[in-house]
């Protein structure tokens, strides 16, 4: 890679983009907003970015495979993000408490991506399993502070 722009574009900025995320569902839950009215907020948000997004980037052919996978991933999103919700609105948890924790999904990304989809030989499994033991052990460490 001759460029650092990927990184910042697909892995900085979404990493600030989500963490400022969680600070604004923390303070709709503490505005008193369920996990059903957020998830209708934060959707239609998300549509219309999808809109301006059309009209901005370069056009893609839509397929039903590619529609097909991108509602399953809205809809294993939807489920994460509400469950969240309600564990911030019904129970009142501190967002950093919950961050770390969520935060591990690497881990079944990873996994996931290792075992269906072939990216295993590329993986070097030392700094795998350090990199495991030391983002459950900062999840652990930082979610009990």
Same mark, same amino acid.
């Given at each position: 890679?001759?460029?650092?722009?990927p990184?910042? +574009?697909?892995? +900085?900025l *979404?990493?600030?983009?989500?963490?400022?995320?969680?600070i604004?569902?923390?303070?709709?839950?503490?505005?008193a907003?369920?996990? #059903?009215?957020?998830?209708?907020?934060f &959707?239609? =948000?998300?549509?219309?970015? &999808?809109?301006?997004?059309?009209?901005?980037?370069?056009?893609a052919?839509?397929?039903?495979?590619?529609?097909?996978?991108? #509602?399953? =991933?809205?809809?294993?999103? =939807?489920?994460?993000?509400?469950? +969240?919700?309600?564990?911030?609105?019904?129970?009142?948890? *501190?967002?950093?408490?919950?961050? *770390?924790?969520?935060?591990?999904?690497?881990?079944?990304?990873?996994?996931? &991506? =290792?075992?269906?989809? &072939?990216?295993?030989?590329?993986?070097?499994?030392?700094?795998?399993?350090?990199?495991?033991?030391?983002?459950i052990?900062?999840?652990?460490?930082?979610?009990?502070?």
């Amino acid at each position: 890679m001759n460029s650092l722009w990927p990184i910042v +574009i697909g892995g +900085i900025l *979404p990493a600030i983009f989500w963490g400022v995320t969680a600070i604004f569902q923390k303070q709709s839950a503490a505005a008193a907003t369920g996990s #059903a009215v957020y998830l209708i907020a934060f &959707g239609t =948000a998300c549509a219309l970015a &999808g809109l301006v997004a059309a009209l901005i980037w370069r056009p893609a052919p839509w397929t039903a495979e590619g529609l097909g996978f991108a #509602a399953t =991933a809205g809809a294993c999103f =939807a489920v994460g993000t509400g469950l +969240i919700s309600f564990a911030l609105f019904a129970y009142g948890v *501190p967002v950093s408490k919950l961050a *770390p924790i969520w935060s591990c999904n690497v881990l079944v990304t990873l996994a996931i &991506g =290792a075992l269906f989809l &072939g990216e295993a030989a590329e993986l070097n499994l030392m700094k795998l399993g350090a990199g495991t033991l030391l983002i459950i052990s900062g999840a652990l460490l930082v979610s009990s502070a």
